[in-house]
């Protein structure tokens, strides 16, 4: 489950890690700061409160009962009252712990509460939630019967009593006075701009990150891509790009590729020069062997020397399937082709035949003669090595053309298809008999390649091998281009 939810690309996750870094330095900075400074603040905010009440409570004791309240309601500009009675119905001290009384009786000053019923707890919002902590905090500063309590009415308020708490009686509660506050002019503190400038923080570190992120994946997918372009047989070289390791990996990987083309150069040169010498020595060893009389020796010499002139024959072909500089392409309508191409195998008297209907229309930019020699080739594979009859079936899909080889023979396992295709590959040792040296799926390959196609191994619907051929079709205005150089 944790492994779905990882980002697969590196260019994710190095933004995940950096953010994540990020919000976690910064969220144990910011708990951390947190911490201190509302330790201190409370620590604060309770002495200069304390010490307040205390202050106010001797300037209240100084001014005579019956001004007292018209003393605090001019003082707070009528916000404040004072009241020298007992709490009112949705009011209750806050008091230190307590025996609990026996069940179904209340407390004096619960007004209609019972211990078992407890009065709703206020409101998310409600500021008396967060002044709690500090209520009872300021509690148990004052030590000198001052009591602060908050209201449990739907009106938020704060009563402070002004005088000492040593009655307990209801006759004492009664006589009080009372100091009224009320909260709700008061608003809990809104966070919204510094939640958004916070946002707008992660918003800007976010497409930092996502550069930096961007600047390092880049030449890796440059890179990627080479190397597809590559496995295709088509490389291209990238520009080393990025920090030192990208740098050092594209100049390695350009390296790598100008050795490959040298490797390959070196041995389309040797498949190509050996051939073309070894096409004297045949020419006067046909020329000799038609000038002896012995006929039985004569014939065993003349096939052993068609067998050697089809190896050379596959060199030579092998070698031109495989350089680019040997394609010439062209418009093709491939269905009118297949078509043609495939009569002449069934006019010869072979058993191939063309799987009906066949699409209209199949238009490719391609080689016909490099294409012929794939067909040729992956018909003869099918007539030599396996069992006709050999269907020849053409498809289409969006972008596609889809040309399909199947026999009846044996076909090949599923875990040497691979090596099937491989140069001087032979899966059957009969072949060195024939004069096979495992070059023909390899060139049917490297021709498919060429054309910016795929060439693919399985198993055919009658247990024998299907040959699946995917070339790209041409696009428009390639053939616009195309009709536009041909004239």
């Not at 009241?83 to 230190?96: C, I, K, N, V």
């Not at 088509?234 to 083309?261: C, H, I, K, W, Y």
């Not at 794939?374 to 594979?381: E, F, G, M, V």
Request: aromatic letters at 4%; one cysteine or more.
């Amino acid at each position: 489950m944790l492994r779905r939810l990882v980002p697969r690309s590196l260019r994710a996750r190095l933004v995940l890690l950096t953010l994540g870094t990020i919000l976690l330095v910064q969220a144990g900075t910011m708990a951390s700061v947190s911490h201190f400074r509302n330790q201190f603040t409370e620590t604060v905010t309770i002495e200069i409160v304390s010490t307040t009440i205390r202050t106010l409570r001797a300037a209240l004791a100084e001014i005579p009962a019956e001004e007292r309240a018209d003393f605090v309601r001019e003082a707070s500009r009528n916000e404040w009252r004072l009241w020298s009675r007992t709490l009112p119905s949705e009011a209750e001290l806050e008091r230190r712990p307590r025996r609990p009384p026996p069940p179904g009786q209340g407390r004096p000053g619960d007004h209609g509460h019972s211990s078992d019923r407890p009065p709703p707890p206020p409101r998310h919002d409600d500021l008396r939630r967060d002044l709690r902590k500090l209520v009872d905090a300021l509690n148990t500063r004052l030590d000198d019967g001052t009591r602060v309590a908050l209201s449990r009415g739907p009106a938020p308020r704060i009563y402070i009593s002004l005088q000492p708490d040593e009655h307990t009686d209801a006759a004492a509660l009664a006589t009080r006075e009372w100091l009224v506050i009320p909260l709700d002019r008061l608003s809990p503190p809104v966070a919204t701009p510094l939640v958004a400038m916070w946002l707008a923080g992660m918003g800007v570190i976010l497409l930092i990150s996502a550069a930096f992120s961007w600047h390092i994946t880049r030449p890796l997918t440059r890179l990627a891509k080479a190397a597809d372009q590559l496995a295709a047989g088509q490389p291209q070289r990238v520009v080393p790009a990025g920090p030192s390791e990208t740098r050092a990996l594209g100049e390695r990987f350009n390296a790598m590729l100008d050795a490959l083309n040298e490797s390959d150069a070196v041995r389309r040169t040797l498949l190509a020069g050996l051939p073309h010498d070894l096409k004297g020595p045949l020419s006067r060893m046909w020329l000799r062997i038609e000038m002896m009389e012995e006929a039985a020796l004569k014939e065993g010499l003349r096939h052993d020397l068609q067998d050697m002139q089809r190896m050379v024959d596959q060199f030579i072909g092998f070698v031109r399937g495989t350089d680019p500089a040997n394609y010439r392409f062209t418009r093709l309508n491939l269905d009118d082709w297949l078509q043609e191409h495939v009569g002449t195998w069934e006019s010869a008297g072979s058993d191939v035949k063309l799987l009906e209907p066949l699409p209209s229309g199949v238009v490719l930019r391609a080689d016909g003669f490099a294409l012929g020699r794939l067909l040729d080739n992956l018909i003869t594979n099918a007539l030599n090595y396996a069992a006709p009859p050999i269907e020849i079936g053409l498809s289409t899909t969006a972008a596609h053309a889809v040309m399909t080889v199947s026999d009846h023979g044996p076909g090949i396992s599923e875990e040497r298809r691979i090596e099937a295709l491989r140069p001087f590959s032979r899966l059957d040792d009969a072949r060195t008999l024939t004069g096979s040296v495992g070059l023909g799926l390899a060139l049917c390959n490297s021709i498919a390649r060429a054309h910016g196609g795929s060439l693919s191994l399985d198993e055919a619907d009658s247990g024998g091998l299907k040959v699946t051929v995917r070339l790209p079709l041409a696009q428009e205005d390639e053939g616009a281009d195309g009709a536009q150089r041909n004239t």
